[in-house]
């Protein structure tokens, strides 16, 4: 029997970050993980739209949550930002009753659902270790990886009850992945630092230089590649790291790609892609 979840793409999949959004379903089909669709599910804000409207922020996460429920599943996303801003909305309505009835009103108003609070929700990354297993992931790579590979978890699924049986202030769980996938993993210090992703647009500056420093330390150890488990870091990661290294003065040219291309690459999928990054690997530099 495949595992069988309620799937929430995660922030930028299907805009700027569409790989994403190409990778997850194979690698989940390669993995033995059955995908079955939130429709019409929203972003989770990112923690931006609780800045200007928190109640707004619980209720669409709620309604993707209520949504799992009606499913009777748990909820499975790529996204670090998404695992973890779900899970914070999700601990504050089953603990705050008032929270939860208010919520449960909209939801009933609005769109004919209501939420108990029984639903969970995981990243991709703990459900490869704790549900599939390690063995089974390296039994299905065709294709391994021989480089250098930094993992990036970012900051947010690092907290307790959002990163599995993972260790919230020294995790590995990344780092074996890259082992299973033929890869060397990097041993670096930004691996959880943030990169800054919810200021993008209103100090431009100060998250340029936060995402350089991040790319520089991998660099500096030895990374060949970056692989993150955050759409949003991952785009940052990729999109601006020219422009972060302007800003900055640092070496931040390395090529970044998110877990689930990893995977998939790795599973013997989009084998153009591959060999497009391998070139990338080889001829990048500063």
């Known amino acids: 029997m495949p595992l069988r979840y309620a799937y929430h793409p995660g922030n930028v999949a299907h805009s700027n970050a569409m790989e994403v959004a190409d990778t997850m379903p194979l690698a989940a089909e390669s993995l033995g ?4 669709e939130l429709e019409g599910a929203t972003s989770c804000g990112a923690g931006i739209i609780r800045q200007a409207n928190a109640d707004l922020q619980v209720a669409l996460n709620a309604r993707t949550l209520a949504q799992a429920e009606a499913l009777g ?6 996204c670090a930002t998404t695992a973890a801003t779900l899970h914070e909305d999700l601990t504050a309505l089953r603990n705050d009753s008032k929270l939860m009835a208010k919520t449960n009103a909209v939801l009933e108003r609005n769109c004919e659902l209501s939420l108990t609070g029984e639903v969970n929700v995981h990243h991709l990354l703990h459900v490869i ?8 992931l390296a039994q299905a ?22 990163c599995g049986g993972d260790d919230v202030f020294d995790p590995d769980y990344l780092e074996r992945v890259i082992s299973a996938m033929g890869g060397t993993p990097v041993e670096w210090s930004s691996r959880t630092h943030s990169v800054g992703v919810p200021g993008i647009f209103s100090e431009e500056n100060t998250v340029l230089k936060q995402t350089a420093a991040v790319l520089a330390d991998a660099k500096t150890e030895g990374a060949e590649l970056v692989v993150s488990a955050c759409n949003l870091s991952h ?3 990729d999109v601006y790291q020219g422009k972060a290294g302007k800003v900055s003065g640092e070496a931040t040219k390395v090529p970044v790609i998110h877990l689930t291309e990893l995977l998939a690459f790795g599973f013997g999928h989009y084998v153009d ?8 690997v080889m001829i990048i530099g500063d």
């Open 33 to 36: 993980i059955e995908l079955v």
């Open 73 to 78: 599943l748990d909820i499975i996303t790529p």
């Open 129 to 136: 270790v704790d549900e599939v297993g390690i063995e089974k």
């Open 141 to 162: 790579v065709k294709n391994p990886f021989g480089f250098n590979i930094a993992g990036y978890y970012g900051p947010n699924m690092q907290q307790e009850g959002a």
């Open 235 to 237: 785009m940052l990661m």
């Open 273 to 280: 892609r591959l060999a497009q990054l391998r070139t990338r």
